[in-house]
């Protein structure tokens, strides 16, 4: 009797793994959520950041402190000084929204990663540099092979020279980190959302690749009468370009909010923030 009452058990167990297991999201009423305030960045790239006679933090980065440590509290400020042209931005759009809070979440389940973000649709105003897409939102991971990935967390992709940037010579130049190497591990795994319905899973290297990653299952996001909703459904196994993410573990994270149809570096910026799987960081990703 005993037997077989574990057998059913188990049996029921598997069915229910095997039915869920691809797709169940977590129940998100229950998961924390950190808010998390993406900000206008203006033309701040590495070089900048890290001359210091332009950039009060410099010292302070070397010697080992993280962006976040000083700037947490004050990105919507930063983001207003940017935005409306008092500081580092040649062209400022006018209406655009300094910063955008956004209430980020995760969980996982031993098999995938999930990501909730949400926010308020700020007001907008710029043309329309992306005509198809209205909004789209990138995350980037890291696994602390990159030098002061931990400090910087996205950062250290931005560069002068990338396209878009007033001082950029390529307009097919994109981000990259400096040594980036996919063999090396020296990268940022990269997935994208789009409001028009696509979703990319690709890296950061020597140069940015927007697809050909093996984890991103999902992204999907809606607007709810102004409040966007994007979730992101990612194996916590990954193929080339993807870091593969195992509980116990700490990871570099930062995401970008591309608002108001922008492109290239008119988006929305976090710092460098920390996500543990059942461990502690900034945001920690507990199982379900
Ligand atoms: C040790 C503290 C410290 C660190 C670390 C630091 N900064 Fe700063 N940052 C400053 C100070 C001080 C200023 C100048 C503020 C002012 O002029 O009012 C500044 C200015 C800025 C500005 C211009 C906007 C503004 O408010 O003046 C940006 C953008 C910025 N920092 C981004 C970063 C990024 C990104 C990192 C990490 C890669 C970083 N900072 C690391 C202290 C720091």
Redesign the pocket.
């Known amino acids: 009797m005993q037997k077989q009452l574990i057998t059913a058990s188990a049996l029921g167990l598997l069915m229910a793994f095997g039915a869920g297991s691809a797709l169940a999201a977590p129940d998100w009423s229950k998961v924390p959520g950190k808010k998390i305030t993406v900000?206008y960045?203006?033309v701040?790239p590495?070089e900048?950041?890290l001359k210091g006679t332009e950039?009060?933090?410099?010292?302070?980065?070397k010697?080992g402190?993280?962006?976040?440590?000083?700037?947490d509290e004050?990105a919507a400020?930063?983001g207003k000084?940017?935005v409306t042209g008092q500081?580092?931005e040649p062209n400022p759009i006018k209406g655009k929204a300094g910063s955008i809070p956004v209430n980020v979440q995760a969980a996982h389940d031993g098999a995938n990663l999930y990501l909730r973000f949400s926010w308020k649709q700020p007001a907008g105003g710029a043309e329309k540099m992306d005509k198809d897409n209205q909004v789209k939102l990138a995350v980037m991971l890291e696994d602390n092979k990159v030098e002061?990935a931990n400090?910087?967390?996205c950062?250290?992709t931005c560069h002068g020279d990338a396209r878009t940037m007033p001082e950029a010579k390529d307009d097919k130049k994109t981000k990259y980190v400096k040594d980036g190497s996919l063999a090396g591990g020296k990268f940022y795994d990269l997935i994208q959302w789009t409001s028009k319905g696509a979703k990319h899973d690709g890296y950061v290297a020597d140069k940015r690749v927007m697809d050909g990653g093996k984890a991103l299952i999902e992204a999907k996001g809606e607007k709810k009468g102004d409040e966007w909703v994007v979730t992101f459904t990612r194996k916590l196994a990954g193929g080339e370009g993807d870091i593969a993410l195992a509980p116990g573990k700490v990871y570099n994270f930062g995401f970008a909010i591309h608002d108001d149809h922008t492109h290239g570096r008119f988006h929305h910026v976090s710092?460098?923030y920390t996500l543990g799987l059942d461990a502690k960081a900034d945001i920690t990703a507990a199982k379900q």
């Not at 950039?55 to 980065?61: C, I």
């Not at 402190?65 to 700037?71: I, L, N, V």
């Open positions: 900000f960045p203006g701040s590495m900048w950041i950039h009060g933090g410099a010292r302070g980065l010697k402190e993280s962006c976040a440590s000083c700037h004050e400020d930063m000084k940017m500081k580092i002061r400090l910087s967390g950062w250290e710092l460098g």
